[in-house]
């Protein structure tokens, strides 16, 4: 193996990736057990992280699954004693878990609330997940990572966090308005910032803390969405669900070892026009 490829090697880590069963959470579990680590697979849904977990362990790799509740301490806090449990340490913390409202066959009358009547307990829990949960799983996380001196956290954000959405790309002809809601910029930019927060406190710690801005990937999409989504692009298109892979892999090894307090954005172009 050259030098470079051994920047990318994490043989003999531990990663644990929250919402690990969700389109990209399963992407990084997959890719973090290519590249050499261990992974706990924390979700919400129990049975649906043990289902990639299972999948990893009939591939070879070394993987687990852990039920967690991001905006409950207590739950986190149990998470990463699980990766200590199983594994003896946690070095790699990937924050994937989040409220995203998706537009799809499924969602008809989701999207119709305009902002001046937003509700406040669909903001609350938002931020209570989107939020919340990223602070509560470092909080978690860094008490091991302090302790064997060394740690990354990558934080997953949106191009909504950078930008504001444009509504025009979820009308529909005929049918009345739908919208990106509020929540969803507010807690992405809120990630950000615990980011730039978190990079700092740690400061001569050996714990690394940065952020992974993906664009829209495509995910059954219909047509004029993916249309309209596309034509935003420098590439003029949405992006694969694998084609975040090697800038997480990138920000959670040493192959990014002068990089803290950043934001790695691969987003297809959306945000350079």
Not at 83 to 102: G, N
Request: proline fraction near 4%; include cysteine; aromatic fraction near 8%.
């Amino acid at each position: 193996m050259g030098k470079i490829q051994e920047k990318f090697d994490l043989s003999g880590q531990v990663a644990v990736v929250t919402g690990g069963a969700g389109l990209l959470g399963q992407e990084f579990c997959q890719t973090l057990a290519e590249a050499g680590a261990k992974v706990l697979v924390a979700d919400l849904n129990l049975a649906a992280a043990a289902q990639v977990a299972s999948v990893l362990q009939m591939s070879g790799f070394t993987a687990q699954a852990v039920g967690v509740d991001v905006t409950q301490p207590d739950s986190t806090r149990q998470m990463a004693a699980t990766a200590v449990e199983l594994f003896d340490r946690l070095d790699i913390l990937v924050c994937s878990a989040a409220l995203d409202p998706k537009f799809d066959p499924d969602s008809q009358g989701k999207h119709s609330d305009t902002f001046e009547d937003y509700p406040l307990e669909a903001w609350n829990q938002a931020l209570e997940v989107n939020l919340t949960g990223l602070f509560l799983c470092a909080q978690a996380a860094s008490k091991p990572m302090l302790a064997q001196n060394h740690g990354v956290m990558v934080n997953i954000c949106s191009t909504y966090g950078l930008v504001g959405p444009d509504q025009r790309i979820y009308e529909r002809p005929g049918q009345p308005p739908r919208y990106k809601p509020v929540y969803y910029s507010v807690t992405k930019a809120g990630v950000l910032g615990l980011t730039h927060y978190l990079s700092t406190y740690y400061a001569g710690k050996n714990i690394r803390v940065n952020a992974l801005t993906p664009g829209g990937v495509y995910n059954n999409h219909d047509e004029l969405f993916t249309r309209n989504y596309s034509a935003r692009t420098v590439l003029g298109r949405m992006a694969r669900r694998d084609e975040m892979n090697g800038a997480l892999l990138f920000l959670a090894s040493d192959a990014s070892s002068y990089m803290t307090g950043a934001n790695l954005i691969v987003d297809g172009g959306w945000t350079a026009w």
